[in-house]
């Protein structure tokens, strides 16, 4: 008998079935929403106090006390959600956060104010 030898099927990888039942159309559509929402985690993040715009650094570089004074009597009170106290030692200003979330409240004054000039504390 004459049996004809057939090729072998190729076996398809997940990634390759995957690719090959959406088609080029969902294809572009998977890249669109992958640059999307990497678009989306690079540049998310809010500002903490919406408006705000710190003093110039050499205001306070050189008088901690008056660092102390602008987080209590600026910034403290527009963070309302952190338990938040200020006090000089030595050459930083000391923030403490009493309650609410430490990075978070870490995080939001760092965006307006110089790492070097402040240190932070669970309170």
């Known amino acids: 008998m004459n049996e004809e030898q057939r090729p072998a099927e190729e076996k398809l990888?997940?990634?390759?079935?995957?690719?090959?039942?959406?088609?080029?159309?969902?294809?572009?559509?998977?890249?669109?929403?992958?640059?999307l929402v990497t678009v989306i985690c690079l540049t998310a993040g809010r500002d903490p106090i919406p408006g705000y715009t710190p003093p110039e650094r050499a205001s306070y570089e050189d008088d901690l006390g008056q660092l102390a004074a602008v987080l209590e009597e600026q910034v403290f009170p527009a963070l309302p959600q952190y338990d938040m106290t200020a006090d000089v030692t030595g050459d930083t200003v000391t923030v403490t956060v009493e309650s609410g979330n430490f990075a978070a409240a870490r995080s939001a004054i760092l965006r307006y104010f110089p790492e070097d000039l402040i240190t932070f504390e669970r309170g």
């Open 13 to 35: 990888t997940a990634g390759q079935s995957f690719v090959r039942s959406i088609r080029p159309a969902g294809c572009a559509l998977f890249l669109i929403l992958a640059v």
